[in-house]
C-alpha cells in the first residue's frame, strides 16, 4: 500500500474512443457494455474501462437482490465510467441515474444508457445518464427527488483525496435522512492517507461505516488474485 501524497500524480493525456462490447455475467444476468480495452490513467478518462473494483460491485448488487426487495429504490451513481454497475442495477431499481462528468466518458456511458433503454426487459424502470460534478449543481439533483435517493453507489472513485470532500457533500446533500438509506462504495486500496480522510470526511457528515466481507457474496473464482479490495455501506448515524 501506497504512503505517497495521492495528489502528487500527473496523469497521461490521451483519448481512446476505439470501444468494444463485452459482455459481463452476475447472478444470471448478462450486462452489456461498450469499453476501452486500453486503460487510461488519466483522471478524466479512467471511466471508459471496467476496474476491478466495479466487477466486485455487481456481484455484490446481485447478492443484495436476493437480500432484499430494490423494486422501488431511486438509486444514483456516482463516477458511473462505462455504467455496467448502474445498468445491473437497472434490472432491479425502479429508477437508476447514471452520473460522471468527463464529456468523453458521459458520451460513452449515454451509449450505453441508451442501449439498455432499448431492451424490452427494462419494463417500466427508470434509466437515464447525467452530468454530475461533485459539489456541483447539486440542486438540480435535489429538485429531481427531494426526499433523496436510497441508494448511492460508486466504485474506485476515491483515487484522489482531495476530491473527497466534494464526493462526501454530494453524499450527504442527496442521499435520503431515511435510517434505510445507504451509500455503497467499493474501492481499490492505493494510498493509506485517502482511505484516512475518507473515513474521517464520513464521521464529520455523520456516517457509520459497515465493512462487507468479500467472501460473503463474491463466488471464490472471483477473489483469486484479487488485489486489496473493499467494499464498505455508509448508513447515516
Given at each position: 500500500v501506497m504512503e505517497e501524497d495521492d495528489d502528487a500524480f500527473t496523469p497521461s493525456l490521451f483519448v481512446n474512443t476505439d470501444y468494444v462490447e463485452r459482455s459481463f455475467h452476475y447472478g444470471g444476468l448478462k450486462v452489456d457494455v461498450l469499453l476501452s480495452e486500453a486503460a487510461?490513467?488519466?483522471?478524466?478518462?479512467?471511466?471508459?474501462?471496467?476496474?476491478?473494483?466495479?466487477n466486485i460491485l455487481c456481484h455484490y448488487i446481485a447478492h443484495l437482490r436476493n437480500e432484499e426487495d430494490l423494486s422501488q429504490s431511486h438509486c444514483l451513481e456516482l463516477g458511473a465510467g462505462v455504467g455496467v454497475t448502474g445498468l445491473l442495477m437497472s434490472h432491479f431499481a425502479k429508477?437508476?441515474?447514471?452520473?460522471?462528468?468527463?464529456?468523453?466518458?458521459?458520451?460513452?456511458?449515454?451509449?450505453?444508457?441508451?442501449?439498455?433503454?432499448?431492451?424490452a426487459d427494462l419494463g417500466d424502470r427508470l434509466i437515464s445518464c447525467k452530468k454530475l460534478q461533485w459539489g456541483?449543481?447539486?440542486?438540480?439533483?435535489e429538485a429531481l427527488r427531494p426526499s433523496g435517493f436510497d441508494i448511492l453507489f460508486g466504485s474506485d472513485i476515491v483515487f484522489w483525496k482531495a476530491a473527497l470532500p466534494a464526493l462526501w457533500?454530494?453524499?450527504d446533500r442527496l442521499l435520503s435522512k431515511s435510517k434505510t438509506s445507504r451509500f455503497i462504495l467499493c474501492y481499490q486500496e492505493?494510498?493509506?492517507?485517502?482511505?484516512?480522510?475518507?473515513?474521517?470526511?464520513?464521521?464529520?457528515h455523520?456516517?457509520?461505516p459497515i465493512e462487507i466481507l468479500l467472501e460473503s457474496f463474491c463466488p471464490p473464482s472471483v477473489?483469486?488474485?484479487?488485489?486489496?479490495?473493499?467494499?464498505?455501506?455508509f448508513q447515516r448515524k
Open positions: 487510461s490513467t488519466d483522471f478524466d478518462l479512467t471511466g471508459q474501462v471496467v476496474w476491478q473494483a466495479a429508477e437508476v441515474i447514471l452520473t460522471d462528468a468527463p464529456p468523453v466518458v458521459l458520451e460513452l456511458l449515454q451509449k450505453n444508457v441508451d442501449r439498455r433503454s432499448s431492451e456541483e449543481n447539486l440542486s438540480e439533483y457533500e454530494t453524499v492505493r494510498a493509506r492517507n485517502t482511505e484516512r480522510d475518507l473515513f474521517a470526511l464520513a464521521d464529520q455523520h456516517f457509520q477473489l483469486e488474485n484479487l488485489p486489496e479490495i473493499h467494499l464498505i455501506v
